[in-house]
């Protein structure tokens, strides 16, 4: 396909992608650079369930694990890794995840 014989409707398509790639590449710059608080309860929940602790420890305050004990156990291959190396995998998951809900939404609406 060249780009001469792109239609009003394909460049309309086209700036909307990489508009949502740039808000979703900046949401997730940002959320890098203030820290994951909610990524550090499922890390330390990760390495519990590893070391046969005890989910729910409520000296944790605020960040307390309030999540099932089967979501600890899918996790657990997270606290093998280091915070920051999980802290990358955690985001691709949820961009994965993501590009597989806006694709299936796409397939919902346009009936593509």
Known sequence: MRISSLSKKDYLRIILWVILAIVVLGFFRNTLRKGMNDFRVVHRAAGRVLHQENLYNFDDGHYLYKYSPFFAVLVAPLGL??????????????????????????????GD
Request: proline share 0%; net charge positive.
């Open 81 to 110: 890794l280091t915070f920051q190396s999980g802290e990358v995998i955690w985001l691709l998951g949820m961009c994965l995840c993501l590009a597989f809900v806006l694709t299936q939404c796409k397939r919902m609406i346009l």
